[in-house]
């Protein structure tokens, strides 16, 4: 007998589904358990969004949410690798951070990294626009700014390489 209602049936499918799913998802998580709950969670939306179409035989329901769990899966990690590393300032940091009372050192902070981005050009300003302030990944950027993403992942490293050279005052080659 199948449940009554869209809400009941993807009760029933989590109820029925989510131990395993949780497990294999944890596979590709390393272990980390809020990750994996948050691939099943990816899984169940996708298996709300097309519940009209899925399969109503139990084992071909499960085949469909494995099959969903590790595509959610092998996108999370694509999407993980895709964004260029962030890069650390080490020991710098401590100069950038101004205390509750150093609006003095903020302002210089700030006016230092305006100066610097003003020195970069015009294609090394929109690139780390596109990934740091819109949020996008090398992928998406790539598509946006129709270069490959080779470009936009070299472009990124000597755009920030310059911009921290600029702001703690180490010498650096010019970005290409």
């Known amino acids: 007998m199948s449940p009554a209602t869209p809400a009941d049936r993807l009760t029933d499918m989590h109820t029925r589904y989510a131990p395993q799913l949780l497990r294999y998802l944890s596979g590709f998580t390393g272990g980390n358990p809020q990750s994996a709950e948050d ?40 999407r993980r690798h895709a964004r260029p590393p962030e890069v650390d300032l080490g020991d710098n940091d401590a100069n950038l951070e ?13 006016d230092s990294l305006r100066s610097a981005l003003r020195g970069l050009s015009t294609a090394h300003r929109r690139i780390l626009n596109e990934l740091y302030v819109q949020g996008h990944t090398a992928d998406e950027t790539a598509r946006r700014l129709g270069v490959p993403v080779g470009t936009v992942k070299s472009r990124a490293h000597y755009a920030l390489r310059s911009l921290r050279a600029a702001v703690t005052g180490h010498a650096c080659e010019p970005a290409r």
Do not use: K, Y
């Open 39 to 78: 691939l099943l969670q990816e899984t169940m939306i996708r298996a709300w969004r097309h519940l009209d179409t899925l399969p109503t035989e139990p084992e071909q329901t499960r085949r469909w949410l494995f099959t969903v769990a590790r595509n959610v899966a092998i996108d999370a990690i694509r």
């Open 98 to 110: 101004a205390g509750p009372d150093d609006t003095s050192g903020t302002v210089v902070a700030v």
